[in-house]
């Protein structure tokens, strides 16, 4: 049950025994039950008159002058439990106040608590959908133990086919996803890598392409982990601890997910812990592939540490790590990849940070951190064949035999300048980011072969060169922005921010303009919107590719004999002055609290990319001088010279329509419905390792999605220990390309489209006092309907089984067991 603090000093008057005044001067804090200040916190006084509102600045400290009377007072904040406090007596002088928040967490018995504040938020102007850990843990997804598959239940994000998850029509690079304010993509790939333990979330918020100026390097917006910490209550609960049986061709254990949490204080009112760790096994069985080599098994381990201690009142130090180990034999394992195409794939990640936070008055805070990030990833085939794509399935052994290592080290700094008035309230911020990336490979491949229907080779690559490199840049970012309220209805967010990094050598300046309007007389309505430019991260994976190897490929007339090679394939940076890539983002939004406190949004996204980096067939345009001479080829034949571009441009427009309704006891329910549109002239990204030829890379981008309805809720019933929880999903089929024997595409790019998904997840949750313990049952069905969503398809014209779709979730029952704790 949330609590609220009061300081001595006030209860005499909050009791009413103060001498009675016209007007005074009410002046507060709120904070979180470790002493953390609370900013952006809304307290409302309802009493005589209309109501008076005041907002906590980012040392949690709020001040309003209050008539004197009898009074309600709400404090509100996303992640928080709503407080309510009814009765209480103001009078005139001075007045101060501590109110105390309970952070957002799963309550065990019945009582009546709010987790959801209002969606009219005035010091918000970017759109931004929070999720706090409850609400992960009670939407019924697949896989619920793994929370890169919980992105999927944001509006605005979508889950493609291979599992990577795109936000507003961005590629996963173009997402900054940070955990507790530091950087966590990949350092090589820019993407959402890392296994979080669901358990471990305090709360995750999605903002779209027009952050704040603290944010840079992510176009499409930014994913912000908070992660779980510890209070003075020792706190435990467990999931999923009995393997689960499931009937694939016989019973298997078909996965065993165990993740547990524990947290509680080092020392009370000092310091305070949270370990949260998860445990995957997963049994993969492929219906399609004979008995004794459908089946591939793999382990996932992670664990999540989070450390407080308030050095003193006003200094706060936060040290946390992050550690995921992988092991998976035979991934890849599919009916079109039979178990000899399959890799065995090992991976690690050690990823620690510290930051300190000093707490001054007048709003001023100064916060500096410091994060470093290690991966390590292997890559063994399971053999030295050629890799065989026939337009049946593949064969042979998969090409790729490789170690790769990659690093980032992040040093952050920021201050919140004391605030002041002038022509409204202004609050400025300004900090830098530098960071130091390196990346390393020792990769060796092999070769790949296309083959007719009578599996007589059309095509073979074969690669050549060394494979074993390394890399580093540096970058550094500064920024500074004004939150401005000009009227108590109105509110500005100006901001710029610079980016620079060694590998270009380029000044980025990155303006921001938003704003926050509430119409007079309309006080549950706002309206928001604004500009952004953002320029992404340079990434080393792109300007690493004339460091690797190069392909020699050689073409084969149907009697067998050469057509045509060897011809080469290279990649080479031959522009040195590239411009950094650019995108302009605009939004405008209205969000309107509804009767029964239900909340509407609907917002409009542009985003225009520019000057994006891609590698483009140089000999298309004869624009370059072919080499007469090269690794010991004379005169050889080019099948392309890729030569870096800054040709990329990209397109993205939608319109989000949401609804989301808190209802008692932590319940809620929310309904999304997205209209976009993706598109790209660089659909592809060539590279080494996908030897595709193309003549026309304009298209849709592969996770396009046109029309998309998303549902998901946890619902009371009759029965007051009993819940119902769901996830409704229909989307139009993502787009696919077709190609040929020799592996070039035919047609347009991705001009075909999988059928159209839905999924129906439905559940039952029961919580049950046994042993003086809380535990909580649930079960039901992922896919209920059964309905085939195929992940997998046969693109090769002139196979029997062209277009011929496999894969997908089809319909299972689940039960999921929790240990909550004591009664």
């Given at each position: 049950?949330?609590?609220?603090?009061?300081?001595?000093?006030?209860?005499?008057?909050?009791?009413?025994?103060?001498?009675?005044?016209?007007?005074?001067?009410?002046?507060?804090?709120?904070s979180?039950?470790?002493g953390?200040?609370?900013?952006?916190?809304?307290?409302?006084?309802?009493?005589?008159?209309?109501?008076?509102?005041?907002?906590?600045?980012?040392?949690?400290?709020?001040?309003?002058?209050?008539?004197?009377?009898?009074?309600?007072?709400?404090?509100e904040?996303?992640?928080?439990?709503?407080?309510?406090?009814?009765?209480?007596?103001?009078?005139?002088?001075?007045?101060?106040?501590?109110?105390?928040?309970?952070?957002?967490?799963?309550?065990?018995e019945?009582?009546?608590?709010?987790?959801?504040?209002?969606?009219?938020?005035?010091?918000?102007?970017?759109?931004?959908?929070?999720?706090?850990?409850?609400?992960?843990?009670?939407?019924?997804?697949?896989?619920?133990?793994?929370?890169?598959?919980?992105?999927?239940?944001?509006?605005?994000?979508?889950?493609?086919?291979?599992?990577?998850?795109?936000?507003?029509?961005?590629?996963?690079?173009?997402?900054?996803?940070?955990?507790?304010?530091?950087?966590?993509?990949?350092p090589?790939?820019?993407?959402?890598?890392?296994?979080?333990?669901?358990?471990?979330?305090?709360?995750?918020?999605?903002?779209?392409?027009?952050?704040?100026?603290?944010?840079?390097?992510?176009?499409?917006?930014?994913?912000?982990?908070?992660?779980?910490?510890?209070?003075?209550?020792?706190?435990?609960?467990?999931?999923?601890?009995?393997?689960?049986?499931?009937?694939?061709?016989?019973?298997?254990?078909?996965?065993?997910?165990?993740?547990?949490?524990?947290?509680?204080?080092?020392?009370?009112?000092?310091?305070?812990?949270?370990?949260?760790m998860?445990?995957?096994?997963?049994?993969?069985?492929v219906?399609?592939?004979?008995?004794?080599?459908?089946?591939?098994?793999?382990?996932?381990?992670?664990?999540?540490?989070?450390?407080?201690?308030?050095?003193?009142?006003?200094?706060?130090?936060?040290?946390?790590?992050?550690?995921?180990?992988?092991?998976?034999?035979?991934?890849?394992?599919?009916?079109?990849?039979?178990?000899?195409?399959?890799?065995?794939?090992?991976?690690?990640?050690?990823?620690?940070?510290l930051?300190?936070?000093?707490?001054?008055?007048?709003?001023?805070?100064?916060?500096?951190?410091?994060?470093?990030?290690?991966?390590?990833?292997?890559?063994?085939?399971?053999?030295?064949?050629?890799?065989?794509?026939?337009?049946?399935?593949?064969r042979?052994?998969?090409?790729?035999?490789?170690?790769?290592?990659?690093?980032?080290?992040?040093?952050?700094?920021?201050?919140?300048?004391?605030?002041?008035?002038?022509?409204?309230?202004?609050?400025?911020?300004?900090?830098?980011?530098?960071?130091?990336?390196?990346?390393?490979?020792?990769?060796?491949?092999?070769?790949?072969?296309?083959?007719?229907?009578?599996?007589?080779?059309?095509?073979?690559?074969?690669?050549?060169?060394?494979?074993?490199?390394?890399?580093t840049?540096f970058?550094?970012?500064?920024?500074?922005?004004?939150?401005?309220?000009?009227?108590?209805?109105?509110?500005?967010?100006?901001?710029?921010?610079?980016?620079?990094?060694?590998?270009?050598?380029?000044?980025?300046?990155?303006?921001?303009?938003?704003?926050?309007?509430?119409p007079?007389?309309?006080?549950?309505?706002?309206?928001?919107?604004?500009?952004?430019?953002?320029?992404?991260?340079?990434?080393?994976?792109?300007?690493?590719?004339?460091?690797?190897?190069?392909?020699?490929?050689?073409?084969?007339?149907?009697?067998?004999?050469?057509?045509?090679?060897?011809?080469?394939?290279?990649?080479?940076?031959?522009?040195?002055?590239?411009?950094?890539?650019?995108?302009?983002?605009?939004?405008?939004?209205?969000?309107?609290?509804?009767?029964?406190?239900?909340?509407?949004r609907?917002n409009?996204?542009?985003?225009?990319?520019?000057?994006?980096?891609?590698?483009?067939?140089?000999?298309q345009?004869?624009?370059?001088?072919?080499?007469?001479?090269?690794?010991?080829?004379?005169?050889?034949?080019?099948?392309?010279?890729?030569?870096?571009?800054?040709?990329?441009?990209?397109?993205?427009?939608?319109?989000?329509?949401?609804?989301?309704?808190?209802?008692?006891?932590?319940?809620?329910?929310?309904?999304?419905?997205?209209?976009?549109?993706?598109?790209?002239?660089?659909?592809?990204?060539?590279?080494?390792?996908?030897?595709?030829?193309?003549?026309?890379?304009?298209?849709?981008?592969?996770?396009?999605?046109?029309?998309?309805?998303?549902?998901?809720?946890?619902?009371?019933?009759?029965?007051?220990?009993?819940?119902?929880?769901?996830?409704?999903e229909?989307?139009?089929?993502?787009?696919?390309?077709?190609?040929?024997?020799?592996?070039?595409?035919?047609?347009?790019?991705?001009?075909?489209?999988?059928?159209?998904?839905?999924?129906?997840?439905?559940?039952?949750?029961?919580?049950?006092p046994?042993?003086?313990?809380?535990?909580?049952?649930?079960?039901?069905?992922?896919?209920?309907?059964?309905?085939?969503n195929?992940?997998?398809?046969?693109?090769?014209?002139?196979?029997?089984?062209?277009?011929?779709?496999?894969?997908?979730?089809?319909?299972?029952?689940?039960?999921?067991?929790?240990?909550?704790?004591?009664?």
């Amino acid at each position: 049950m949330p609590k609220a603090g009061l300081s001595p000093a006030v209860v005499l008057c909050l009791l009413g025994l103060c001498p009675t005044l016209v007007a005074s001067h009410f002046t507060g804090k709120v904070s979180s039950e470790t002493g953390t200040p609370i900013s952006g916190a809304r307290i409302t006084f309802r009493g005589p008159g209309d109501p008076l509102k005041a907002t906590s600045d980012p040392t949690g400290s709020f001040a309003a002058e209050i008539p004197a009377g009898v009074y309600e007072v709400t404090v509100e904040r996303e992640g928080y439990f709503l407080l309510k406090r009814s009765g209480i007596t103001v009078n005139g002088g001075d007045n101060e106040v501590i109110f105390t928040l309970a952070r957002v967490r799963e309550v065990i018995e019945s009582v009546d608590v709010d987790a959801n504040p209002s969606a009219v938020d005035m010091d918000r102007t970017s759109p931004q959908v929070s999720l706090s850990g409850t609400d992960l843990l009670n939407v019924p997804y697949p896989s619920t133990n793994t929370l890169r598959n919980a992105f999927r239940i944001i509006p605005g994000m979508v889950e493609d086919g291979r599992g990577g998850v795109h936000l507003h029509g961005g590629a996963e690079e173009q997402t900054l996803y940070t955990l507790d304010g530091f950087q966590i993509n990949d350092p090589l790939s820019g993407k959402f890598e890392s296994r979080v333990s669901v358990e471990g979330v305090q709360s995750l918020e999605a903002t779209g392409g027009r952050p704040a100026a603290e944010f840079g390097k992510g176009s499409s917006g930014v994913l912000a982990l908070r992660s779980r910490s510890g209070d003075d209550k020792l706190r435990y609960s467990a999931t999923n601890f009995v393997p689960g049986l499931e009937h694939n061709k016989g019973w298997i254990i078909g996965g065993w997910t165990p993740r547990a949490n524990l947290s509680g204080p080092w020392k009370r009112g000092r310091a305070w812990f949270s370990d949260s760790m998860d445990l995957q096994f997963t049994n993969t069985v492929v219906p399609e592939l004979p008995r004794g080599a459908d089946r591939t098994a793999s382990w996932r381990w992670s664990n999540l540490l989070n450390n407080q201690i308030n050095l003193t009142p006003s200094s706060i130090l936060t040290i946390g790590s992050l550690v995921n180990f992988w092991y998976a034999p035979r991934t890849g394992l599919t009916a079109l990849n039979p178990r000899e195409t399959t890799v065995d794939r090992r991976s690690r990640q050690y990823f620690t940070y510290l930051r300190t936070q000093k707490y001054f008055t007048r709003g001023a805070v100064l916060e500096v951190g410091y994060a470093n990030n290690r991966t390590f990833a292997r890559e063994i085939p399971q053999g030295e064949e050629l890799y065989v794509v026939t337009p049946f399935l593949r064969r042979g052994n998969n090409y790729i035999d490789a170690v790769r290592q990659a690093g980032r080290d992040q040093w952050l700094a920021s201050m919140f300048f004391p605030s002041f008035t002038f022509l409204g309230g202004h609050q400025f911020k300004g900090g830098i980011d530098l960071d130091r990336l390196s990346y390393g490979q020792d990769v060796r491949r092999t070769g790949i072969e296309f083959a007719d229907v009578n599996f007589n080779p059309v095509r073979r690559t074969v690669f050549r060169g060394n494979g074993a490199f390394g890399s580093t840049n540096f970058e550094a970012s500064s920024f500074i922005q004004d939150s401005w309220r000009v009227k108590p209805n109105l509110q500005l967010e100006l901001g710029m921010r610079s980016d620079w990094d060694r590998l270009l050598r380029n000044w980025n300046f990155s303006p921001r303009l938003g704003f926050a309007w509430m119409p007079r007389g309309l006080e549950h309505t706002k309206i928001s919107g604004g500009f952004a430019r953002i320029f992404d991260a340079t990434s080393l994976r792109v300007f690493t590719r004339p460091l690797d190897q190069y392909s020699v490929s050689t073409y084969f007339s149907p009697d067998g004999s050469m057509a045509r090679g060897p011809a080469l394939a290279l990649y080479r940076i031959d522009n040195t002055r590239l411009a950094s890539p650019r995108y302009h983002n605009w939004n405008l939004a209205v969000e309107q609290q509804l009767p029964r406190q239900i909340q509407l949004r609907a917002n409009v996204t542009r985003r225009r990319g520019s000057r994006g980096f891609t590698y483009i067939n140089a000999l298309q345009c004869d624009c370059i001088d072919i080499p007469r001479e090269f690794d010991g080829y004379v005169n050889p034949l080019f099948d392309a010279i890729y030569s870096l571009s800054g040709a990329r441009k990209d397109r993205y427009s939608a319109l989000e329509i949401t609804l989301r309704q808190p209802i008692r006891q932590q319940h809620e329910w929310l309904f999304s419905y997205t209209r976009s549109r993706a598109r790209s002239n660089a659909v592809v990204d060539q590279s080494i390792d996908e030897p595709l030829l193309i003549d026309d890379n304009a298209g849709a981008l592969p996770w396009d999605a046109p029309n998309r309805w998303l549902s998901w809720g946890y619902l009371p019933t009759p029965w007051r220990k009993w819940s119902i929880a769901y996830l409704a999903e229909y989307r139009t089929g993502f787009p696919f390309s077709v190609q040929d024997n020799n592996g070039q595409l035919a047609g347009a790019v991705n001009s075909l489209r999988f059928p159209a998904f839905f999924e129906l997840n439905l559940f039952l949750e029961r919580r049950i006092p046994l042993y003086k313990q809380w535990w909580g049952v649930r079960f039901g069905f992922n896919n209920i309907t059964n309905h085939k969503n195929p992940n997998v398809v046969n693109n090769v014209i002139g196979s029997p089984e062209f277009l011929h779709y496999y894969g997908g979730q089809s319909r299972a029952f689940n039960v999921r067991v929790r240990w909550l704790g004591k009664q």
